[in-house]
């Protein structure tokens, strides 16, 4: 699909044809260049004024929801905060999808629409934006979802590798072509160099998620590395690698006070432009094109009352009013492809195979590169997390969030896990290890712990062993200890240490100040979950290791955490 840079000159000389931007600066005077900056302000108020008028239709009463279409176009760009209540019955079955985040709102939005339906289905659909990668790494246990919508059929592959089953997705719905979005000043500036070689290796900083969590990074780099000299490769992996995560923030692109750029979809940067339009960005389509980023939906209830809901909301993405939404969010479907982004320099092509022996070559110089963790994690399983909150216990909430941070970090970090409580150990002990370390990148590791996770709620109960579990764990750590890592230990808190014949803070503090080997330092980092953690004793104890205490206001909070303090 070929793209250009924006409207031509507005005089009677302008070419009839849409002319790219680096064609235009080798045609264009003074004068029409000043022309098309007045074009370009004029084109963002308008979308100001669109952007108002939308807020005021929402402020007036109008729902949530695909179809209220504002001008010629919507891009849904945020979710509903309740399921869809379906007005064809009173009490329907809920039905859980996660989806990836970057078709999540369209997918959220034909939920509603299917909802509103007179002969929808008897469904209330919640859904969840969640990674791919991360929900491939934790369907055997707590994290599965009834339905789930990944970008990239890679990850079926780890799904079905983790939690030993096996999982079919349908056929894609709607796919999104890889691109760089970057200032327009920035975008302007690069001439005919438009290759991914040049893109990824020259002189604008590039960034680029991990290839081991993102199809759109593996899309990228998996190009990129049919040209790039390996030596080329290895610069950028080392300078990626380090910060490298699952995803990158158009935001920091906007915001940044140098030029930058980074490799996203087509749509993520559509959605972006649309809820942002003081903060459009450009993009750059590279020459040689890209494999698409391919969406379909994979079934994983066994309940036969939520089997056809699922399949219903199936059916109902490839309908003709849910693929005029995709192609206005920037997707492609079976009918019809979305409208160039503008400004675009370069153009848009679809080609090529999105697996191949680059990707690999190109992801083993990354995790060469990366930063690498290893953890301990001790997870609360005492009394305190059997009660309930509006989305079930806090051990439930705490159970996924744990299963999903754990598969969303760097397949090269290794982990344990333990839980604790008071007397949960074999030996009355306070606590108890599930799992011992294993690499995150390892099926059989990583299936290990989610299914430990799943399991959580067979030995909760009793009081809180705090302090008793903290110096073992440190023990067990220090005793690990890995160079070239990261080592840390991650106690999950739900509340203040409980046992009255254990250590007490005074001596856990002295247990840590001895132990501690400055050689072979491990991390300690607490994340107390809302707010009932001593965080005044726990300060003080990370403190002695150089470690962090980080509070979340709620249980749902944990997740991001959690991700974090286990390398992000």
């Keep these: 699909m070929t793209g250009a840079g924006g409207p031509g000159p507005e005089d009677s000389s302008a070419p009839s044809r849409r002319i790219g931007p680096y064609e235009q600066s080798l045609r ?19 979308t100001r004024v669109i952007a108002a008028v939308a807020t005021l239709a929402v402020v007036a009463g109008v729902g949530y929801g695909a179809f209220r279409y504002v001008g010629l ?21 809920k039905v859980r999808v ?73 056929e894609p719905f709607a796919s999104s072509a890889v691109l760089v979005a970057m200032k327009d000043e920035t975008a302007s500036g690069l001439g005919s160099r438009l290759r991914w070689a040049d893109l990824l290796g020259g002189p604008v900083p590039m960034r680029i998620p991990d290839p ?22 290895r610069t950028l992996a080392a300078a990626s690698a380090p910060t490298g995560t699952g995803g990158v923030s158009l935001a920091g692109i906007a915001t940044a006070d140098r030029s930058v750029g980074a490799v996203v979809s087509q749509a993520q940067l559509v959605a972006w432009n649309a809820a942002h339009p003081d903060e459009e960005l450009a993009a750059v389509g590279p020459s040689e094109g890209a494999p698409a980023l391919e969406y379909s939906l994979v079934s994983l209830t066994k309940d036969p009352t939520k089997t056809g809901a699922v399949t219903a909301l199936e059916h109902y993405l490839t309908s003709a009013d849910v693929r005029k939404v995709l192609q206005d969010s920037g997707f492609r479907t079976a009918d019809g492809n979305p409208k160039d982004p503008s400004p675009l320099y370069g153009e848009i092509r679809v080609d090529g195979e999105a697996e191949g022996a680059s990707i690999t070559k190109a992801a083993g110089l990354w995790n060469a590169a990366a930063r690498k963790t290893q953890a301990l994690l001790a997870v609360d399983v005492s009394g305190s997390m059997l009660e309930r909150t509006d989305k079930g216990t806090r051990l439930a ?19 344990s896990l333990w839980i604790y409580s008071l007397h949960v150990g074999s030996r009355a002990d306070d606590y108890r290890q599930l799992t011992d370390y294993g690499g995150l990148g390892v099926s059989k590791s990583l299936g290990a712990l989610d299914d430990a996770v799943a399991r959580l709620d067979t030995y909760v109960g009793g009081g809180s062993g705090l302090y008793d579990t903290i110096a073992a764990a440190y023990d067990r750590a220090r005793s690990a200890w890995r160079p070239g890592y990261a ?9 203040p240490n409980e046992d009255d014949y254990g250590l007490t803070l005074e001596l856990l503090k002295k247990r840590l100040a001895a132990a501690k080997d400055p050689a072979r330092p491990v991390r300690v980092v607490v994340l107390g979950i809302g707010g009932r953690a001593d965080e005044a004793a726990m300060r003080q104890v990370v403190a002695i290791t150089g470690g962090q205490y980080v509070s979340t206001r709620t249980v749902e909070d944990l997740q991001p955490a959690l991700t974090t303090a286990l390398g992000g």
């Design 98 to 170: 996660s989806v990836a985040p970057a078709i999540a709102p369209a997918v959220a939005a034909a939920a509603e629409s299917l909802a509103g339906r007179p002969d929808g289905p008897c469904a209330a659909y919640t859904i969840d934006s969640e990674e791919p990668f991360s929900v491939a790494g934790s369907l055997g246990g707590a994290g599965r979802p009834d339905a789930w919508i990944t970008d990239s059929s890679v990850w079926v592959g780890r799904a079905n590798a983790v939690s030993g089953s096996t999982v079919t997705p349908g």
């Design 487 to 495: 080592n840390t230990l991650i106690v999950v808190a739900d509340g």
């Design 212 to 233: 081991n969590r993102s199809a759109i990074a593996r899309i990228a780099l998996g190009v990129a590395s049919t040209s790039l000299p390996d030596a080329r490769l």
């Design 397 to 415: 909430i705490v159970q996924k969030s744990t299963a999903r941070a754990v598969a969303a970090v760097s397949p090269t970090t290794i982990a």
């Design 28 to 46: 264009e005077s003074r004068e029409r260049l000043e022309a098309a900056e007045r074009e370009h302000a004029r084109r963002r108020r308008r």
């Design 73 to 93: 176009r919507e891009v849904p760009t945020a979710l509903p905060t309740t399921a869809a209540q379906p007005t064809s019955c009173a009490d329907p079955v």
